[in-house]
């Protein structure tokens, strides 16, 4: 017999065709696939299907459940953090789901906020913000949402960035340069079943460098504290963040 028919009959055994080779020992040892030439194109991962699109209309913030929440934090550098929070956020929005435009308002009852959980701090401060000039119970922190646009379509649990500039008022007084607020946040579409009965759009938002100044909250516009100024300044800090932790349910 040939040396060719006797190597392929020694090896038909061990799988292997005329393409093998043989490892240290001898044994045979079948030939590895050739790596991928560089640079050549993996094929793409699956992308998981987006979920139902949010509906457009109209939606509210209800401020009696208590989950639509304010937190505001002013840290002076060599004084307090003062913690300022209130549940009680409402606002009426609508929303375009071809403009992916959101429109509306929201207030916050001045005589919701709670500062430092402290009675006497909470009274100060709504002397701050009315100027004693007016009751309290009189006074919304309001936000009025013009000109805001999502940044692509609302979709189920997936968040949605968004920036804005917004017009604020306190006690009716809008900030005193003219300016806007600028806010940045996402919103996530909760369809009916996932999040309550009702679709839902879950709003998280924050507004940094908010100066109470801006706005005439301090004690150098309040009667009775004007003698208290140069001893407030360094201890109660003018900026601060605001963050909102909103639930905005289908009408």
């Not at 999040?195 to 908010?210: C, S």
Request: proline share 8%; charged share 20%.
């Amino acid at each position: 017999m040939t040396r060719t028919w006797l190597v392929t009959l020694l090896l038909a055994p061990l799988g292997c065709s005329g393409k093998c080779e043989c490892g240290p020992s001898g044994t045979a040892t079948a030939q590895a696939a050739p790596p991928p030439a560089p640079g050549a194109a993996l094929a793409p991962a699956p992308v998981p299907a987006a979920g139902p699109p949010a509906p457009g209309g109209a939606f509210f913030v209800d401020p009696e459940v208590g989950n639509n929440t304010l937190a505001a934090v002013f840290e002076a550098k060599l004084g307090e953090r003062i913690n300022a929070v209130s549940s009680s956020v409402r606002c009426e929005l609508t929303y375009d789901e071809k403009t992916l435009a959101v429109a509306g308002a929201c207030s916050v009852p001045l005589t919701s906020l709670k500062v430092d959980a402290d009675d006497t701090k909470t009274e100060h401060f709504q002397q701050w913000a009315t100027n004693k000039k007016s009751e309290p119970k009189d006074c919304k922190l309001e936000a009025k949402l013009d000109g805001v646009k999502l940044a692509q379509p609302l979709a189920a649990e997936t968040a949605v960035p968004f920036s804005a500039d917004l017009p604020f008022s306190v006690c009716g007084r809008a900030r005193a340069d003219g300016g806007r607020e600028h806010v940045t946040g996402a919103a996530t579409y909760l369809p009916a079943g996932s999040y309550g009965e009702q679709a839902t759009i879950k709003v998280r938002a924050k507004i940094e460098k908010w100066n109470r100044d801006s706005y005439h909250i301090g004690p150098k516009y309040t009667e009775g504290w004007l003698a208290r100024v140069q001893s407030l300044a360094k201890v109660v800090a003018e900026e601060g963040t605001i963050e909102l932790n909103l639930f905005a349910k289908a009408k």
